[in-house]
């Protein structure tokens, strides 16, 4: 990597709200610190683990034996769910209490904060060890959980996070974003705005990196159909089609559902597999309301290490976002890993940088209108990736190129090595900066 490393072995806290034990910080977090602990960082990892997780002392035991067999302490705490916001509170007020005594032991350079409960907790680490502060927002969080009908638009809750946002945008000293499209609002327009507006920091002084959800490309890449997953679900003579991750109200599955189905009318051999954490009934629920049979599909959870089998299987990936203003901010880990996977992907256009990284139409399609009759007509457009017995020997060069190109987590770890240099050599703050006192 380029760029002027310091002489000194940095420091940094890092402090997520998200489990690492959890397949999300599998792939998003625990490879993102080993990389960079291999790059000579002392990191110290502070994060928030389930209940189903912590009961796991194996999987508890061999984490905390990888970690610190590349010099990282971990310092996990109970992930509290009932009831939400005084369990909420009670995580905060444990994590800054924990927080503070890592801080005074290790007198960190870089507090890294990953979303926004994260860097509530990173506004006390600052300020306690005069730490420079890298508030990591991921997406636009207080909209998301609009979306999610965790906050009501325009309620106590959305304003407060609001409030919360423009003072960790105002103290940060580095923010990281995970699209163009988000880093572009945030300096153009509605938080540069409003930071002005009430007499704090311009944001467009702050440094901004945009690091997207990447994806470990040794790990995912194209591998032979799994025989053996193939026959324990009896889909040896089946074209699969799928999706991995989340299944919530941001995410439009009747539409998937409806597009498989359409799909479905032209390769009767079809099967949807989705692999998910949340309640299978809520999924095959709404498989079965846009006309599949319970045959059809498979849901079930996977373990992080079998996702890459999985998708072995996978002739196309499909998922659809509902277009809004936070899913601008957003990046999908599982769009790296089907095309690291070499598996095309069906999904909608507007949302985060997709647009960018799939308008070649190479690597799948971009749909521009979800209504059913365009959904029947681009199932159609879909069919020739369909034929043969597997994706075509030039599509899976397409994708896996495109997700080297914009996926790569080699590259994210060196984009967050290079951020944290740059703050290295710059004076530890002496004073809270000026934030802002209004609401968006």
Known sequence: MSGVRSEKRLEVLYVSYDGLLE???????????????????????????????????????????????????????????????????????????????????????????????????????KAAGRARFVFDMRGFWPEERVELRLFRQQGVLYRASKRLENRLLAAADHIVVLTE???????????????????????REIPMSVIPCCVDLERYRP????????????LDSSVVIGNIGAFNHRYLVHEMFRFAFHLKAHRPD?????????????VRNAAKSAG????????????????????????????????SY??????????????????PVVTNTGVGDVDKILGSGRCGLLLPGLTDRELSAFARKALPL???????????VHCRSTAVEHFALAEGVARYRGLYDSLASAPRPTAEPQVAAGMG
């Open 23 to 125: 397949p999300l910080g599998q792939s998003q977090i625990v490879r993102y610190v080993e990389g960079l602990a291999a790059e000579g960082l002392q990191l110290k990892v502070l994060s928030f683990e389930k209940p189903r997780d912590l009961e796991n002392a194996e999987r508890l035991r061999l984490l905390r034996e990888e970690l610190e067999s590349l010099g990282i302490a971990w310092f996990p705490l109970p992930y509290h769910r009932h009831p939400r916001l005084l369990a909420t509170a009670w995580d905060v007020a444990n994590g800054v209490a924990t927080g503070l005594k890592l801080v005074e032991r290790y007198r960190p350079d870089v507090v890294h904060a990953r979303s926004y409960v994260a860097g509530l907790m990173g506004l006390a680490f």
């Open 223 to 234: 591998l032979p159909r799994d025989p053996e997953l193939s026959g324990r679900y009896r």
């Open 386 to 396: 369909l034929e043969g017995n597997a994706v075509a020997e030039g599509i899976r």
């Open 270 to 282: 079809l099967r949807f597999v989705y692999l998910t954490e949340q309640d299978p009934a809520a």
């Open 181 to 203: 499209s988000a880093k572009s609002i945030l300096r153009e327009r509605e938080a540069n705005a409003r930071l002005i507006a009430h007499g704090a920091r311009d944001v």
């Open 326 to 343: 936070a899913a601008k901010a957003s990046s999908f880990t599982k769009l790296g890993e089907f095309l690291a996977a070499g598996v």
């Open 292 to 323: 599949f049979g319970e045959e059809d599909v498979v849901v079930l959870r996977a373990e992080p290490k079998d996702v890459p089998r999985w998708l072995s299987l996978f002739r196309l990936g499909v998922f659809f976002l509902r277009p």
